[in-house]
């Protein structure tokens, strides 16, 4: 079962625009991550946000999370073409095994 | 450099073969996952171990075992394997399964069943 869900499924810009990935849930979260993959290659995680956290930055990368809601957002700043990549978030319950949950990630395409 | 190792990078497979895939880590990660991937589908998770001895059935552990005897290694088996088990495979670890982690995830095994 997915319990996080990316929208949109594809975004293809120009270099230097900001991206917006956004991912929403269903059940109560203890964190939320996001992780990139760039084609053929493992995931690679980018940044968490706890339940008790609204925002968190990293370089060009901004989270927000908004449990109300059960929704996130990933935006990258200034994109570049090595972000062209698949991003996925990932959510980690209180509930039963404590392990990640991926949804079907946003195709990310940066054009030069 | 730490992190995770897993082999084969690719497999075509006959159906019906057993198969082990294997995945190695060397950061002491208590927490090992194995998931696949397929297009449209995302990642779903077939089996998770939280520390070395133990295991757990994850969203489609059907025709797949593991065992986690050490804390560095935690192969994947196919018993007999069919063509839906063709997929990627990824291997993953974290310190503990609390604690707030992410994921370290290996390169995958491209694994086509015939």
């Known amino acids: 079962s997915q319990q996080g869900e990316e929208d949109p499924q594809a975004l293809s810009i120009q270099e230097g625009e900001n991206a917006t990935m956004n991912c929403s849930y269903k059940?109560?979260?203890?964190?939320l991550q996001w992780y990139r993959q760039n084609s053929g290659r493992g995931l690679v995680h980018l940044i968490l946000?706890?339940?008790?956290?609204r925002e968190k930055h990293s370089g060009r990368l901004r989270v927000t999370l908004d449990t109300s809601k059960k929704s996130s957002s990933l935006l990258i700043t200034a994109s570049r073409a090595a972000d062209t990549a698949s991003y996925f978030c990932?959510?980690?319950?209180?509930?039963?095994?404590?392990?990640?949950?991926f949804g079907q990630g946003t195709r990310l395409t940066i054009n030069p | 450099i730490a992190g995770i190792t897993q082999a084969p990078t690719s497999q075509i497979l006959a159906a019906g073969r057993r198969m082990t895939l294997r995945c190695t880590q060397d950061?002491?990660?208590?927490?090992m996952y194995w998931y696949r991937q397929d297009l449209g589908l995302g990642l779903r998770l077939i089996h998770y171990?939280?520390?070395?001895?133990?295991?757990g059935k994850g969203e489609v552990p059907d025709g797949y075992s593991v065992s986690r005897a050490n804390t560095d290694d935690f192969p994947l088996t196919l018993a007999s394997a069919v063509p839906s088990q063709t997929s990627v495979y990824f291997c993953?670890?974290?310190?503990?399964?609390?604690?707030?982690?992410?994921?370290?995830f290996g390169s995958g095994t491209r694994l086509t069943v015939v």
């Open positions: 990932a959510t980690d319950s209180f509930q039963g095994a404590q392990k990640l949950v």
């Open positions: 950061m002491r990660h208590n927490a």
């Open positions: 171990s939280n520390t070395a001895g133990t295991t």
């Open positions: 993953a670890s974290r310190p503990s399964p609390g604690g707030g982690y992410g994921y370290t």
């Open positions: 059940t109560s979260i203890n964190n």
């Open positions: 946000i706890r339940s008790n956290e």
